[in-house]
Nanobody
Framework: QVQLVESGGGLVQPGGSLRVSCAASGFTFSSYDMSWVRQAPGKGLEWVSTINPRGSNTYLTDSVKGRFTISRDNAQNTLYLQMNSLKPEDTALYYC????????????WGQGTQVTVSS
């Protein structure tokens, strides 16, 4: 069955960096757009980034442009989000999700990994 397992979250100081990963299994990873979506405490889901199957096209929400980079390793069935210059407002539970159908539509989600930016 389809599984998405995130890892790499943690506590980091403002201005610091962190890389979160998502290990995918149970489907042909290289055939799907993949996304990162986050949920800050007390707020709704916020789309962060999407990458196409080959990794040649990436999309980022405005608030993370210039700071975050999405990438993938299709040989390792793994999705990444490199986060630099982290801010307290980046604190959230970060989910990876498989895109189905149109942009912004997801059919499978991981359990999430917590990223906390605090001094």
């Amino acid at each position: 069955q389809v599984q998405l397992v995130e890892s790499g979250g943690g506590l980091v100081q403002p201005g610091g960096s962190l890389r979160v990963s998502c290990a995918a299994s149970g489907f042909t990873f290289s055939s799907y757009d993949m996304s990162w979506v986050r949920q800050a405490p007390g707020k709704g889901l916020e789309w962060v980034s999407t990458i196409n199957p080959r990794g040649s096209n990436t999309y980022l929400t405005d608030s993370v442009k210039g700071r975050f980079t999405i990438s993938r390793d299709n040989a390792q069935n793994t999705l990444y989000l490199q986060m630099n210059s982290l801010k307290p407002e980046d604190t959230a539970l970060y989910y990876c999700a498989r895109v189905s159908g149109g942009f912004g539509t997801y059919d499978y989600w991981g359990q999430g990994t917590q990223v906390t930016v605090s001094s």
